[in-house]
């Protein structure tokens, strides 16, 4: 079964459509990656997939669940990782990964160890809002990885992040975690080295979708012109 | 659903103890408004239906500018899409708030009703204060309730701090009638009585109410 299988989908804001006529299908384990200039619908699309948002048209299955009805079955199942953290800033970062813990049913002990993984450990008991916005994004990615999801919803997961960070993080949201991946990217190279499938949108319309060994980086250049 | 509901109480409790943005003001606001009272009564002391009356709307407007932040920090800064994206009873949240907001209001009447006492009140409040309480614990409840239900509707709004307050305070003043009411015989300087139990009644029927219209209703708040 595919992990993702989307047909016809269709999302507006009022009378602006965001999204519209979007189909794709995604196997379990691949990586797609999304191109788009800004308000190409690339945010609104990770939103529709978290459940977050509902599809005004069309079919959307994430993890063998029909959305919005079946939203439930796929709670818990994905990690999303968007331009806001969804961490507290008055808290701590230990305290903000014990908070997100609970709500999932995870373990304290794994906590530390993801606070380990991306090199806050030491930094875990400071309110985040004395972090800088590259230590606040390696602890949104400890939080979007906690409960071990089986689908990452990535929208620009490196920004902020340096070089070191990056590769800090690459274990918990690269390719060797092996998890079923929808990245939203600006970067060509570094998108479809990570990408099996690619999906350009333009106007909330696909513009682009093939596998990512038949997409070379002028095709996604020409979605930004 | 006991499990998320310490969780989300033990985190709003945090945020409220590091940031400090709701009991104080709510509390400096019910003391600020009783020396006004005091003022511009040009009386020292009141009692009866006028005492019962000032401690009630006191209170309420005291109570809006916690229900106002109640959502804030969760609206702002991602809470609400973190905990739709957890496998939890979304009603956990409604029950955490309106503890949250219980919590508050309790501390507001620890700090406002001695003020109160010591700045208005004529008649001694320690032989009133059992009745008083279980009158507040009354209110209380509803304006929990009914505060946890608005901030919810206007949080996502932009003209949130003006929602809040304009649904709100409609819902909220049969609470202020019935509290009044039930209040005004155990502030009276003459013969002191205990509250009427219709004004009792009227006020556990009304939190009964809305808190199954909250229970109905939260859900599909925090929904798309």
Known sequence: MAALHVEGLARRYGEREALSGVTLTLEAGQTLVVFGPNGAGKTTLLRVLATLLRPHAGTVSVLGSILPEQSWGVRGRVGLLGHEPLLYRELTARENLRFHARLHGVADGRVDELLDAVAMTARGREPLRTLSRGMVQRVAVARAVLHDPELLLLDEPHSNLDPAAIELVSPLIGSASRRTRVICSHDPTGGLAEADVVLGLRGGRPALLAPASEVDRSQIAELYR | ?224
């Open chain 2, 1 to 224: 659903m006991s499990r998320t509901v310490a969780a989300l109480l033990r985190k709003e409790l945090l945020v409220e103890l590091r940031t400090l943005e709701s009991v104080p003001a709510m509390s400096l606001f019910a003391v600020t408004t009783f020396v006004v009272f005091h003022f511009a009564l040009n009386r020292s002391v009141v009692d009866g239906d006028l005492a019962a009356g000032i401690l009630w709307v006191t209170l309420l407007f005291a109570a809006i500018l916690g229900v106002n932040r109640l959502f804030v920090a969760d609206a702002d800064q991602g809470g609400f899409d973190a905990f739709l994206l957890a496998p939890v009873d979304r009603t956990a949240m409604l029950v955490a708030k309106v503890i949250t907001l219980l919590a508050y209001l309790v501390v507001l009447e620890l700090v406002a009703v001695p003020a109160f006492a010591l700045l208005l009140l004529g008649p001694s409040i320690g032989d009133a204060l059992p009745d008083l309480i279980g009158v507040l614990a009354l209110g209380d409840l509803g304006v929990a309730v009914i505060g946890t239900l608005v901030a919810a509707l206007a949080v996502r709004t932009r003209a949130r701090d003006l929602l809040g307050p304009l649904l709100g305070l409609p819902l909220l003043v049969p609470i202020v009638i019935g509290g009044a009411r039930a209040t005004s015989p155990l502030l009276a300087s003459v013969h002191p009585t205990a509250p009427a139990a219709r004004w009792l009644l009227t006020l556990g029927l009304y939190d009964l109410v809305f808190g199954l219209i909250a229970y109905a209703l939260f859900d599909f708040l925090l929904e798309d």
